[in-house]
T-cell receptor, first 111, second 110 residues
Framework: NAGVTQTPKFRVLKTGQSMTLLCAQDMNHEYMYWYRQDPGMGLRLIHYSVGEGTTAKGEVPDGYNVSRLKKQNFLLGLESAAPSQTSVYFC??????????FGPGTRLTVT | KNEVEQSPQNLTAQEGEFITINCSYSVGISALHWLQQHPGGGIVSLFMLSSGKKKHGRLIATINIQEKHSSLHITASHPRDSAVYICAVRSGNTGNQFYFGTGTSLTVIP
């Protein structure tokens, strides 16, 4: 039982490049979330999903896209990376209205 | 605008001390969560509260819905409690949006 996993753990991108972050969970959770964490700020919700095939915008969705084609996976895409997207990204999953389980995080640097 | 405010931002304690971390929020909520972020970055959920009080080992969490305030207490603190403690609220409107405090960095000195 791996819980919530994220790949990759680290990545360096040049401005304008694209990439996809993968989140996978093996707990059969309906809900999945993508957050970013920046120094001096709390975690901020980027996008979330309440079930396979459904996604919704969070607090800071601009510059990101997501997909939830399978219940266990939630993908976060950056189409054209910008230095402002340098951050640590966390994925989380949960049952409805329940505690979240977090992945280990992905440290992304955009130069 | 900060929907969730925590205090203090930083806290240093001697081993064995009783510790209190406070959280105030300004939005309607369906639940409040306390999280622990270890120095290595991993985040663990400690409590989920919608009323009253919960206890797990040396940790106690309380919430006052009328005052929109919660506290996390650590009794008999230990160096392994050193971490960042984060308060988060689940929005009452849809139940799908979370708002997070900036965290309280706790260092417990032996």
């Amino acid at each position: 039982n791996a819980g919530v996993t994220q790949t990759p753990k680290f990545r360096v991108l040049k401005t304008g490049q694209s990439m996809t972050l993968l989140c996978a969970q093996d707990m059969n959770h309906e809900y999945m979330y993508w957050y970013r964490q920046d120094p001096g700020m709390g975690l901020r919700l980027i996008h979330y999903s309440v079930g396979e095939g459904t996604t919704a915008k969070g607090e800071v969705p601009d510059g990101y896209n997501v997909s939830r084609l399978k219940k266990q996976n939630f993908l976060l895409g950056l189409e054209s990376a910008a230095p402002s997207q340098t951050s640590v990204y966390f994925c989380a999953s949960s049952y409805p209205l329940s505690s979240q389980y977090f992945g280990p995080g992905t440290r992304l640097t955009v130069t | 605008k900060n929907e969730v405010e925590q205090s203090p931002q930083n806290l240093t304690a001697q081993e064995g001390e009783f510790i209190t971390i406070n959280c105030s929020y300004s939005v309607g909520i369906s639940a409040l969560h306390w999280l622990q972020q270890h120095p290595g970055g991993g985040i663990v959920s400690l409590f989920m509260l919608s009323s009253g009080k919960k206890k797990h080992g040396r940790l106690i969490a309380t919430i006052n819905i009328q005052e929109k305030h919660s506290s996390l207490h650590i009794t008999a603190s230990h160096p392994r409690d050193s971490a960042v403690y984060i308060c988060a609220v689940r929005s009452g409107n849809t139940g799908n949006q979370f708002y997070f405090g900036t965290g309280t960095s706790l260092t417990v000195i032996p």
